[in-house]
């Protein structure tokens, strides 16, 4: 894909910029795909995403001593010399080759050369003959060098209950889950390869079980049926879409710039199609964000110092960060929460009392720090979560701007009566139709406000550091010693589901301990029953922070959480960011930090979380390969220097707005003319 097929394109006509705002949507069938357009210059909000599908088969019995099989194209780029190879260090196992190609002579002749009894090539395959031959292997390998749009030959053996394993690249950890329903392989790593067929060869009952969950998958999300529904879908939002003008004018002078992919998350949402709001009637013109520094306040969260939640984090994490950037950020705190400091880190503290109560502390907090924030110097308040969402029009009848951040549905969290569910429910809707712009932490809640609201919101992802482990002192104490331990870090309250955990752990004999690190979140009957199980192998701690969370987290051997609601979980983050292996429950926020590069087991399913528990203390090596992939994704996306940035855009396009809109790229053919004629 070439980068200059994929630029904007603008019509000038005397002056004035004609940009399109026709129904346009073009389908990615990965992610990955997406991403790629995205990268190149076309805006994320005319691109969907809608997979291929699959149609189950007959399941057929599972046999331990099946051989495995490959089949596809047989080119340089499919990578079937590399299995090869691999298959001269497994001389017991037996490989059926399926398919021809331009390398069909020269494979021939590899595998006589390296002696290899134990391949058989069974040539071009369809249809029914296809069919026969994955439904009578052990697992699939497909050891591909080349990037793969979607991969629809692992949706076919997942269709017959057949594992796989593949290479990770391209869109292969969107199908494949590490551990669950198959096995990545660095691309061109022969020895992890072999290493990888040999761990399903020699377990032919887990090769059974990741075969059924990938039948799960495929039904559960790749069907006919699915794919039908997600496109009436679309022809549905596309037909709704405002019949307004086809083009509409922007002058030139505004020399609106391409869409930027870099320094974004992988969907690379933050310069959506939704763009900040031009001042509403009476708001303030933006002054020159040159001639001053651009004042932020952060409302919602109960302050710094303490790290009590995501919030707290942001603040401590992101605040800092902007003000290293020329922003003067003041953080509103509850006066309980955060020691009496003028400053911190560079941020402007302000702290105010609240009422400590579970269904009034934060509202309160909120009014007073908005009331606050009216008649003082800020440029933009930033509120984060669906509850003070609700207070974020104030700011703006004095003609400030406005942000809100949304961590995660409160409203379904188990804590909530039917008034404080009534008033989150109203949060969501305050989230995106009070503030000047809406941010979300995951893809998960940007479909979810597109879905139920017809919203485009921003996805700015939360973030983390890359920590290195630290030398045992802090955690001596409590008597545990590096790489002994399972992790859960959080609030302990009923969606975190720790009781799910301990039970599950209770069940195994094993000499690796439990700890839970973490505190109220005024769920005291609860955390009371927890503790119940408390003793020398289920060990319970308060709020860990700085060099005691550093070094208990890079000192732990796995870290799992259970819950049944998340957000985008910070622990899940900084334990990724630690180097360390994840074991969490299979919901879309998890799943989306997960893929490819952790595990997973069903949600609230007791035995599945026991088997996975089972298998990742007794795997050291699965261990170390899913930590080390976790933490090379937190270093390409996850970081807080690119989170700071990705909010910064978004601040600045704010206070001056621009149109972004990108038009399909002409052919290869035409641009190579309009190369020609140029010259």
Not at 62 to 79: Q, T, V
Not at 365 to 390: K, M, N, R, W
Not at 643 to 668: G, K, L
Request: charged share 20%.
């Amino acid at each position: 894909m070439q980068p200059g097929y994929l630029q904007q394109k603008r019509i000038c006509i005397n002056g004035w910029a004609l940009t399109a705002n026709a129904r346009i949507c073009f389908l990615a069938p990965s992610q990955f795909v997406r991403q790629k357009f995205v990268e190149n210059g076309w805006s994320p909000g005319k691109i969907d995403v809608l997979p291929h599908f699959q149609r189950l088969a007959d399941p057929q019995s599972f046999k331990a001593d099946a051989p495995i099989l490959y089949f596809g194209r047989l080119s340089p780029e499919k990578g079937v010399a590399d299995l090869l190879h691999a298959m001269q260090r497994l001389p017991n196992l037996r490989l059926q080759i399926a398919g021809d190609g331009p390398e069909r002579l020269k494979l021939d002749a590899l595998a006589e050369k390296l002696g290899l009894q134990n391949v058989k090539f069974l040539g071009h395959l369809t249809g029914g003959d296809l069919n026969h031959a994955i439904a009578s292997s052990c697992f699939s390998v497909l050891p591909s060098r080349a990037y793969e749009t979607f991969g629809k030959s692992i949706l076919e053996s997942y269709a017959h209950a057949r594992a796989v394993v593949a290479s990770d690249l391209g869109s292969r950890r969107e199908l494949i889950r590490h551990g669950e329903t198959g096995m990545l392989f660095p691309v061109g790593d022969i020895e992890r390869l072999a290493h990888a067929i040999s761990v399903l060869a020699d377990c032919p009952e887990q090769a059974e079980e990741m075969g059924a969950a990938g039948r799960e998958l495929v039904r559960a999300h790749y069907t006919p049926d699915q794919h039908y529904a997600t496109l009436m879908k679309l022809y549905e939002r596309l037909g709704e879409t405002s019949h307004a003008k086809l083009f509409r004018a922007v002058p030139a002078s505004e020399k609106p710039g391409p869409v930027s992919g870099q320094g974004f998350s992988r969907a690379n949402n933050a310069h959506s199609s939704k763009q900040p709001e031009r001042a509403s009637p009476g708001e303030k013109s933006a002054p020159s964000l040159e001639a001053r520094k651009l004042k932020v306040a952060f409302i919602g969260g109960r302050g710094v110092i303490s790290k009590y939640s995501g919030i707290e984090t942001y603040f401590e994490e992101a605040g800092p960060r902007l003000a290293s950037l020329g922003y003067e950020v003041t953080v509103y705190c509850r006066s309980y929460f955060t020691p009496a400091l003028e400053t911190y880190q560079g941020m402007r503290l302000v702290r105010l009392p609240t009422l400590r109560s579970k269904h009034f502390e934060t509202a309160i907090h909120t009014l007073l720090s908005s009331l606050h924030a009216l008649f003082h110097d800020c440029d933009v308040i930033h509120y984060h979560a669906l509850g003070p969402a609700l207070f974020s029009f104030l700011p703006r009848l004095v003609g400030k701007k406005t942000v809100v951040t949304v961590q995660g549905l409160d409203l379904q969290r188990k804590k909530w009566g039917k008034f404080a569910s009534a008033v989150l429910r109203g949060g969501e809707r305050a989230a995106i139709g009070f503030p000047n712009a809406t941010i979300v932490v995951s893809r998960v809640l940007h479909q979810y406000f597109h879905e139920h609201f017809g919203a485009q919101t921003f996805y700015v992802p939360n973030g983390t550091t890359i920590r290195k482990r630290r030398e045992a002192s802090h955690i001596l104490k409590y008597s545990l010693q590096p790489h002994t331990y399972a992790l859960f870090l959080g609030r302990f309250s009923p969606e975190k589901n720790c009781h799910l955990l301990i039970e599950a752990y209770e069940r195994i004999d094993t000499p690796v301990k439990l700890v839970l690190a973490g505190g109220s979140s005024y769920t005291g009957r609860y955390i009371r029953e927890l503790r119940a199980h408390a003793s020398d192998k289920v060990i319970f701690l308060d709020w860990v922070a700085g060099n005691e969370l550093d070094e208990l987290i890079t000192n732990a051997m796995l870290f799992v959480l259970p819950s049944a609601l998340e957000g985008l979980s910070l622990a899940l983050l900084d334990a990724m960011g630690a180097g360390l292996c994840s074991l969490v429950s299979d919901i879309p926020e998890n799943r989306e930090l997960v893929d490819g590069v952790g595990f997973t087991f069903q949600p609230g399913n007791l035995n599945d979380l026991e088997r996975m528990l089972r298998l990742l203390i007794c795997s050291p090596a699965l261990r170390r390969t899913a930590a080390k992939q976790a933490q090379a994704r937190i270093r390409e996306h996850y970081l807080w220097p690119q989170i700071a940035s990705q909010v910064d855009s978004i601040y600045r396009e704010m206070m001056a707005p621009r149109y972004f809109t990108v038009a399909p790229a002409p052919s290869p053919l035409l641009e190579s003319d309009q190369d020609k004629s140029a010259a």
